[in-house]
Structure formats: C-alpha cells, structure tokens
C-alpha cells in the first residue's frame, strides 16, 4: 500500500447498454484494475446514466464527500506524473473515495462538469468508450505506481 491512509478509487463508466467492457479492451482493463488494486483497493461501477452516477456520490458520502474526476476531451491535459500528484493531493486531503468517470458516448452536462472535482482529458482525440477506459485504467496504475516509486514508469 501507498500509504497509512488509503483511498478507495472507483473508475467508472456509463454505458446504458452494457454493464462491463468485453473483448480484448475488457481483459485489458481489468489487467489494469487487477494491478492498481494490488497497491490501493480499486473496482469499477458501470452506470446506465450520467445521472446515476451523480446519485450515486451523493448516496457514498460517509466522512467526505467523493471527489469526482470526469474525463472529457476538452478537460486538462497532464501528464501522467501530474495525475500520480492529483491522487496524492486527493489522498492528502483526505478523501475516502476517488471516483473516476469515463462518460457517457454523447459527453458530459453541463451539469455534470459543474459537479466535477476536476475534469481531465487524454488528448484532444475523441476515444471509443472502451479505449477510453483502458487509458484511464493504464493510467490510473502508472500514476499509483509512480506515487509507490515502482519501475514501471520508469522509461515509457
């Protein structure tokens, strides 16, 4: 483990079709999940809607609320150091869960991005849904990684 307080990080998904990612995209991600959840407990939630995602924070709140990091194409660009120094700002604060959202196939509300800790993007490129949440899944564990002093960042 990272540290003596530990987060719990939910990397979700919206997809009104399908509860969890399939294929090839599907296994890679959950290699992914599997290694983060070896160094903080990570799991993943799909959810039909942008809106049950947003009842959903507000349901898990217990001694601070969720911080909530969306991904949109025309969020913040960082790079995956400065990710590895976002969750451990958010580790620092305090927060017992950080939840991190790949949205919906149309984008975000503007009501949802209101709601947002912060919004990110993975380049300016628009990504299928299932890539986007491998990158997200890949680069959730490089940045915990990096934050643990792990090699695996190391030279990529």
């Known amino acids: 483990m990272l540290d003596d307080y530990v987060m719990k990080i939910l990397l979700s998904t919206i997809s009104a079709r399908r509860a969890n990612l399939t294929g090839p995209a599907g296994e890679l991600f959950e290699l992914y999940l599997s290694r983060s959840a070896r160094l903080v407990p990570s799991s993943h939630r799909s959810f039909a809607s942008e809106k049950e995602l947003l009842a959903y924070t507000d349901e898990v709140a217990s001694r601070t609320r969720p911080m909530l990091l969306l991904t949109d194409s025309q969020g913040q660009q960082l790079t995956s ?20 959202a790949i949205g919906p196939a149309d984008g975000w509300s503007p ?13 300016r490129i628009t990504l299928p849904h299932e890539l986007a949440a491998v990158v997200a899944a890949e680069q959730l564990y490089r940045a915990l990684t990096i934050r643990a002093g792990h090699p695996y960042h190391s030279g990529h």
């Not at 009501?111 to 947002?116: G, N, T």
């Open 81 to 100: 150091r400065e990710i590895a120094n976002v969750l451990g700002s958010v580790q620092a604060s305090g927060t017992q869960q950080l939840i991190l």
């Open 111 to 123: 009501m949802a991005l209101s709601r947002a800790d912060k919004v990110v993007a993975f380049g």
